[in-house]
């Protein structure tokens, strides 16, 4: 391996990372905002919890990360849900009046969450087990980095068969684009929704667990994920687990690599790139079966 390629290697694969993990985020709040009509600012928030779960839970042993894994999981299913109550009430009110009231509740959390954690990044180690480096193709890359993304993957295969390839993907869609026919068979249309708002909270606390060990909780980590959440959303496609994917992994190279070779034009590179694919693809890179 010569040229670019291998002195950028490193963070080729960084980017890879990154990528995914905004994944994580992405694919929620494409899903909710795509299916359920609910621009969710308070997404960033569920995965600055899940960071701050896995800080607080994590003992430097596989079992403490599965716990983390499992109570990230659980507070954001609740998280959703609660989020699905407070945003009921003003669907027929525009995004103006939902993006209000969850940047609202945004900043409540975040100001509990520093009251509890203190002010500073706190770093948080993987588990023992998954510490260290290995040689890839001639490199050292961290060990735990590598096992996030085959977890992150694996979690985008699913994602992507339940969604797109089930029939409670069918029914979701069907929901969707019909919502009184759906209800008419005896489906309660409501419950279908909750669930998808449930599932993206979920996924976002999931990433945050995950994700602590790259990018660790502190003041302001919510509105970064917020931010190229959005971006990634926008690149990919509304509603679309193919289109957030591949505008995670777009975006996460874009992010990477612009802040390690060219740190003073990061930002005009990101937004850059997102006006560039909006100029080609209006609706974004992959187009959805529901928005469509």
């Known amino acids: 391996m010569t040229g670019w390629l291998d002195g950028n290697f490193v963070s080729v694969v960084d980017g890879v990372a990154f990528g995914l993990l905004l994944f994580t985020l992405a694919v929620g709040l494409s899903l909710v905002f795509g299916m359920m009509d609910v621009l969710n600012l308070a997404h960033g928030t569920l995965y600055l919890a899940g960071a701050y779960v896995a800080y607080a839970l994590s003992d430097g042993s596989l079992w403490g990360l599965l716990i983390a894994l499992v109570a990230g999981v659980l507070m954001g299913t609740l998280g959703g849900a609660l989020l699905t109550l407070l945003t009921q009430p003003l669907a027929r009110r525009g995004h103006l009046d939902q993006a209000v009231l969850t940047l609202g509740i945004t900043f409540i959390v975040a100001d509990l969450l520093t009251a509890a954690f203190g002010g500073d990044v706190l770093p948080t180690d993987p588990p023992s087990a998954l510490r260290g480096s290995v040689d890839l193709l001639g490199h050292t890359y961290p060990v735990y980095r590598l096992v996030f993304i085959g977890i992150a993957v694996a979690l985008a ?9 089930s029939s409670l993907g069918a029914l979701v869609r ?12 005896g489906v309660d249309t409501r419950k279908v929704l909750y669930g ?15 994700g602590a060990p790259i990018l660790g909780p502190g003041p302001g980590v919510d509105e970064t994920v917020l931010v190229l959440s959005l971006v990634v959303v926008v690149v990919g496609g509304l509603g679309s687990v193919r289109g957030a994917l591949v505008g995670a992994l777009l975006i996460g190279q874009v992010q990477t690599l612009g802040v390690a070779l060219l740190p003073e034009y990061a930002p005009f590179l990101l937004f850059g790139t997102m006006l560039a694919v909006l100029v080609v693809r209006p609706h974004g890179l992959v187009t959805s079966a529901v928005r469509a």
Do not use: C, H, K, P
């Not at 069907?174 to 068979?185: F, I, Q």
């Open 196 to 210: 998808v708002f449930a599932f993206g909270a979920a996924l976002a606390a999931l990433g945050g667990v995950l």
């Open 174 to 185: 069907a929901t969707v684009a019909d919502r009184d026919m759906v209800r008419a068979l």
């Open 157 to 165: 295969i699913v994602v992507y068969l339940v969604f797109e390839r």
